[in-house]
């Protein structure tokens, strides 16, 4: 079995590369031992494990798919970054890394990946389940594509002709429905020292604007009028993505839409930039992860334009004791 692991906001997800999926919120991971965890992933997915390949947090310090034991930090320039902290992930590295499974983690999209140079003016573009996404699309034969990951918060990307050639962070552009960029208000409550600035981009979604945590608490009105909110800023940022597509060459790639709400607001989002927009499913990211997975195991010398480490593509084919 080759599996994945999604490192979401509010979620891990994990899946084989067939389509088998096991979700475990953050918050309760927090609470479990590593042991635990590795126990539910038997019972939910199989012991039989030949490769994971898994995301985790930003993945600002690598550029390559590395050996997990080979990932400096976790692969991260330095623990703290933007958004909530709550444990589950960290226990999610911890069981895999001690799990005795070999496992490889993938890097995010930012300033020293190889994409395009115009869009390094900001210092981080995606994290690294969003390239398990895009492997997701590109393994179903599409080679260019737009992806817009619209939930908690909303990050888009572009694949052109088979590579990731850059994307558009959570805090830059688009909110999503609990996180956003930050605005004036948010400017000045930070400046006077009334918030962080993590605070700050951690209520700046649409929800957080309205005064609510979560769809669930909104009426029927309320719960339209977010997610109308949210298709457009979709809409919008996926628009925004088409110009760099066109520049070089691609003038009308597939567009996608991920996370949690995408089917609900499909309809919407395909209105507005008439043309159509397809969702993708909840464990969408977690299984192109594990087709990474698979396509590493079996010698693939780069994903998507990013660089397979040759540690980690040698690694589990020398060491049949550790299948």
Not at 113 to 134: C, P, Q, Y
Not at 276 to 303: T, Y
């Amino acid at each position: 079995m080759f599996a994945g692991v999604d490192h979401g906001t509010t979620a891990i997800r994990f899946a084989t590369s067939e389509g088998r999926c096991w979700e475990l919120p953050r918050i309760n991971a927090s609470a479990l031992s590593p042991e635990s965890i590795i126990d539910r992933f038997r019972q939910n997915l199989g012991s039989e494990v030949q490769l994971i390949a898994m995301s985790y947090s930003m993945g600002d310090g690598l550029t390559e798919i590395v050996r997990l034991e080979d990932a400096p930090n976790r692969g991260l320039i330095q623990q703290e970054g933007a958004g909530a902290h709550v444990g589950g992930g960290t226990r999610v590295f911890d069981a895999i890394e001690g799990s005795g499974w070999p496992a490889i983690l993938l890097p995010g999209i930012h300033r020293d990946s190889d994409t395009d140079n115009r869009l390094k003016i900001f210092s981080h573009g995606m994290s690294g389940e969003k390239v398990g996404l895009a492997y997701f699309v590109y393994k179903k034969g599409v080679p260019s594509f737009i992806v817009c990951d619209a939930s908690s918060n909303t990050v888009t990307f572009g694949v052109v002709r088979g590579k990731i050639i850059g994307a558009i962070d959570a805090p830059i552009f688009a909110p999503g429905l609990t996180q956003g960029p930050l605005d004036v208000n948010a400017i000045r409550s930070v400046d006077s020292g009334k918030m962080t600035a993590n605070q700050a981009f951690s209520s700046g979604g649409i929800l957080a604007k309205l005064g609510y945590s979560n769809l669930e608490e909104c009426g029927p009105d309320m719960r339209k009028h977010a997610l109308d909110s949210l298709a457009l800023f979709a809409a919008m940022e996926i628009r925004a993505m088409e110009v760099l597509l066109k520049d070089l060459g691609e003038a009308s790639p597939a567009l996608y839409l991920a996370g949690s709400p995408a089917h609900e607001i499909e309809p919407r989002v395909s209105d507005l930039l008439c043309r159509e927009v397809k969702s993708l499913g909840r464990c969408a990211a977690a299984q192109g992860c594990a087709m990474i997975a698979a396509d590493v195991f079996n010698g693939v010398p780069e994903i998507l334009g990013l660089k397979v480490n040759e540690r980690a593509r040698s690694w589990t084919r020398c060491n049949p004791a550790l299948l």
